[in-house]
């Protein structure tokens, strides 16, 4: 059973407001990700960290930013949220030397 | 550059039925083959994997066998039930240079079991 913990699951916000998805992990994993899901089910990578201190965008440009103090700790950050920013967002990690990812249960964010 | 495409859903049979989600790639090196299942309203999680060519990986009677001559990874199933109703993703990891590397996760094939 993977540990790995995202909150909060469900979020419904107004425009403009600034949010931080939570994510964290108890198995010690170095790498860390943020997937954004669209409605028609398709994964963007849009942030990852192969340790503390270290941050890359994915291949999905986001206004979100991500940050990585703690090996356990993945949160991303939104500013000002926006209508096109409502999706799903999914947390995942994994060990170096294993190419295996666990995934949190996701947060499915709406902005009104 | 690397990619995935898995047989474009939704996939409907009835119970019982037998089950293949065709799934190719396009990446450098032979990197390792994954199925990931999401049931609704849930996050990922692993079904089955191949690291070689010719390795068969298999899980739930869920199964895929790596072919490294036609880059692909089909997941078939003899027999589905209800319950595997779920969103099912193909997903390649690619190695970059030594500890580095990502999934790269196809669309995702949706499939619905009737009774």
């Known amino acids: 059973e993977a540990d790995i913990y995202q909150t909060p699951r469900y979020l419904v916000i107004g425009t403009g407001k600034k949010i931080t998805l939570e994510c964290s992990q108890t198995m010690g994993h170095d790498k860390m990700y943020w997937y954004q899901q669209d409605p028609g089910m398709e994964l963007h990578l849009i942030h990852y960290?192969?340790?503390?201190?270290?941050?890359e965008k994915g291949d999905l440009s986001s206004e979100s930013t991500v940050s990585r103090i703690r090996t356990e700790h993945f949160p991303l950050t939104l500013e000002s949220a926006r209508p096109s920013h409502t999706s799903q967002y999914l947390c995942?990690?994994?060990?170096?030397?294993?190419?295996?990812?666990?995934f949190g249960q996701g947060t499915r964010l709406t902005v009104v | 550059g690397n990619s995935v495409t898995q047989m474009e859903g939704p996939v409907t049979l009835s119970e019982e039925a037998f089950l293949t989600i065709n799934c190719t790639y396009t990446a450098t090196g032979y990197p390792s083959l994954f199925w990931y299942v999401q049931y609704p309203g849930e996050g990922l999680q692993l079904l089955l994997k191949?690291?070689?060519?010719?390795d068969k990986g298999s899980n739930k009677g869920f199964e895929a066998t790596y072919r490294k001559e036609t880059t692909s990874f089909h997941l078939e199933k003899g027999s589905v039930q209800v319950s595997d109703s779920a969103v099912y993703f193909c997903?390649?990891?690619?190695?970059?240079?030594?500890?580095?590397?990502?999934?790269?996760f196809g669309k995702g094939t949706k499939l619905s079991v009737k009774p």
């Open positions: 191949a690291t070689k060519a010719d």
């Open positions: 997903a390649p990891y690619v190695n970059y240079g030594g500890s580095q590397g990502n999934l790269i």
């Open positions: 960290s192969y340790g503390v201190n270290s941050t």
């Open positions: 995942a990690s994994s060990d170096f030397g294993q190419v295996e990812a666990f």
